[in-house]
């Protein structure tokens, strides 16, 4: 059976690096409203490096966006809590997923994140 298992070391090997596409790097960039005269402006870090697990999300009680360190990547998917009021978090996994939140001044969904680096 050596094909089977051929094709099972290939199927471990393809998930690992689907895993660590996902999870385990991090990105920085900034994040800025499109509306004219809003002038909203944050730099934002998304997710950590490969030995400082973090998550971000977005708090929409306190109109934040929040970076929490995580014991281990395999808590990476799962729910998250503000640190601050203990609400959950709205993740955020890429940087596209910045536009899906409404802006924390003017509560237009006009933001736009632009990425500056990558760091594991
Ligand atoms: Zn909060
Ligand atoms: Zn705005």
Redesign the pocket.
Known sequence: MKTRDGLISLVIFCSCILLASTALAGESGTVSCTKPGCGYHTNLSIGGGRRSPSVTGY????K?F?RIKIKSWEDYRKPHY??????R?QPIYSGSEVARIPCPKCGNLSLRYQRRLMFD
């Open positions: 708090c929409a009680k306190q934040k929040v503000c640190p601050g009021g203990k609400e978090l």
